[in-house]
């Protein structure tokens, strides 16, 4: 197959501070629900999902610099907060998607719950089922229920911290520093599943604003 090149993905910035409106905290809190809010009601409009589609391709083609500056400084369990932490997993799957693989298989086999089949990745499930797997997720958010997609996100966070848990025990007596960043990714994982399972749960009740 012909290699195919892509625009460098930008990473977000960690000086928050230099963006405007930055130093007016509550303007910044308004923005970033009500862009939140209007994106999702737009998109849903659009029954041809044409509006879907470019969401979910966004941060291959501009990065993630743009919806930064909107929504990464918002509380975790807020519409913001929630749409950020999806676009945070696309964006790492996309940039990995063989560590990713590799990982979720893990935890798949590891983790006695009903995490995976609720994720909903086929078996087994290798890079490119991984990739669609989370851009189908992000899709569902716009388009169908964004309680289910949030809770299929967290799902899939579960298995893949089961699984990064479990690789860093592996590396642990050889390569310590290894394991030491799989379980610092674990614990990232396992703190955005339980956000996200909280906001589908708000979404769900009408209070997640």
Request: charged fraction near 25%; charge should be negative.
């Amino acid at each position: 197959m012909p290699e195919q090149h892509h625009r460098p993905v930008r990473r977000p910035s960690s000086d928050f501070d230099n963006l405007v409106g930055a130093h007016d905290p509550a303007e910044e809190t308004r923005v970033a629900h009500a862009t939140a809010s209007a994106l999702l009601a737009r998109v849903r409009a659009d029954e041809s999902g044409v509006s879907a589609e470019r969401l979910v391709a966004f941060t291959a083609e501009h990065g993630i610099d743009e919806i930064a500056e909107l929504w990464a400084k918002a509380p975790a369990r807020t519409l913001p907060g929630a749409l950020w932490r999806l676009y945070l997993l696309q964006l790492a799957i996309h940039a990995d998607p063989q560590t990713a693989a590799l990982l979720y298989e893990r935890g798949r086999v590891q983790l006695a719950s009903a995490d995976a089949a609720i994720a909903g990745a086929p078996v087994p499930a290798g890079p490119d089922e991984i990739v669609t797997l989370i851009d189908t997720i992000l899709r569902g958010a716009f388009r169908g229920d964004f309680a289910v997609a949030l809770e299929r996100a967290a799902s899939f966070c579960r298995v893949q911290a089961s699984g990064a848990t479990h690789t860093a025990d592996d590396y642990e007596p050889t390569e310590p520093e290894r394991a030491s960043e799989l379980t610092a990714r674990a614990s990232r994982l396992s703190s955005y599943a339980q956000d996200l399972s909280a906001s589908g749960a708000l979404w769900r009740a009408g209070t997640l604003a």
